[in-house]
């Protein structure tokens, strides 16, 4: 760990924005905001509880220029058949995990991407899988075998279902939300609908087997001559309302500005954030035990406003890249007593 004179006390308050909407919860976020070349072993976005796993050289997918959206490049797969993996940190969100994996009865999940075949490619078929970490594939969301168009897909389990008409050769903001129920889960897709959480008709509709993940995977194949398909912007999300205090941390960058998100709070309440950088506890505190080690840090109780959120926005020095923040945050009743949210440790990027 880098040697701090001055840790996290730089932290400056920059003044509070409006209220964040207090329905959805980004799980997890990737914009591939590196440099060109292997894609192997990067670490960025949040959410996430490993590096990009693509092969033993690194570059079974690249990082390439330029991005398919307005931020960062973009990834695209370089050898057939061969996936890039990465697992995600379930911890902040227990009320939609079932066995530390998402997919619990009565939940909704939310994916969208960016996604492309590349004009050199002649893929076959090309997307972004959720995967149980050594389980296999449990959901195929882009390019299925068989049509060049988007759908979704379940091999060698499943016909796959596609919206027709449709071309991987354009770029597309794909869209499929997951309702997780007893049985038969539901999974809904839009191409490019123009809002990460739709409310339109869904362009497909269709059920697969009961599954949870905890994984995705980037994938392509082709008839020979050249394999590229191209991802950008995943962002993971979930409607949390109703699940209890909910804490994550956004762009926590070095030089930055992070946000640090509260939701499902008690409205007219308080809400205190509080953080160490010497370890993850656990410590008693009057709300049951907190997972920092002292000295623990504390900031000034924040009001919650009628939406049962906040969004807190704060400064991150400079030069402390890679230092892991122990963090936790409790609500403050009005009555008294308190609620501990869901504790995290991110790493600054």
């Not at 227990?94 to 960016?114: C, Q, R, S």
Request: aromatic share 10%; proline share 7%.
């Amino acid at each position: 760990m880098k040697n701090l004179t001055l840790p996290l006390t730089l932290l400056v308050l920059v003044g509070l924005t409006a209220p964040m909407s207090a329905q959805y919860s980004t799980l997890a976020a990737e914009t591939f905001e590196y440099t060109a070349g292997p894609l192997g072993d990067h670490a960025g976005g949040t959410g996430w509880s490993s590096d990009w796993w693509s092969g033993v050289t690194l570059d079974d997918a690249v990082v390439a220029s330029p991005g398919l959206d307005m931020v960062g490049n973009k990834a695209t797969t370089n050898l057939e058949h061969v996936g890039s993996y990465r697992t995600l940190d379930t911890s902040a969100f227990p009320g939609l995990t079932v066995n530390d994996k998402y997919g619990k009865d009565n939940t909704t999940i939310w994916i969208a991407f960016d996604c492309v075949r590349e004009s050199i490619s002649d893929d076959f078929y090309g997307g972004l899988s959720l995967f149980e970490q050594w389980g296999g594939e449990r959901l195929f969301i882009g390019s299925p075998y068989g049509q060049d168009w988007w759908g979704v897909d379940l091999s060698f389990v499943l016909t796959p279902t596609w919206v027709p008409n449709t071309d991987c050769g354009l770029q597309a903001r794909l869209v499929v939300r997951i309702d997780f129920l007893p049985g038969d889960d539901r999974v809904r897709m839009w191409v490019s609908p123009g809002d990460d959480h739709p409310v339109t008709v869904a362009d497909l509709d269709t059920v697969f087997p009961d599954f949870t993940f905890n994984e995705i995977r980037l994938q392509s194949g082709s008839g020979g001559a050249a394999t590229a398909f191209s991802f950008d912007g995943i962002m993971i999300s979930a409607d949390t309302t109703g699940l209890g205090p909910s804490y994550q941390i956004n762009n926590l960058v070095a030089g930055q500005t992070a946000s640090l998100e509260v939701q499902n709070m008690t409205p007219g309440s308080n809400v205190i954030f509080a953080y160490s950088v010497s370890g993850p506890g656990p410590t008693p505190t009057p709300f049951g035990p907190v997972a920092m080690s002292m000295p623990i840090n504390q900031m000034p109780p924040m009001a919650i406003g009628g939406s049962g959120a906040l969004a807190l926005p704060v400064n991150v020095p400079a030069g402390i890249a890679g230092v892991t923040i122990y963090t936790q945050a409790a609500e403050l009743f009005a009555g008294g007593g308190g609620l501990l949210t869901n504790a995290l440790a991110p790493t600054v990027q």
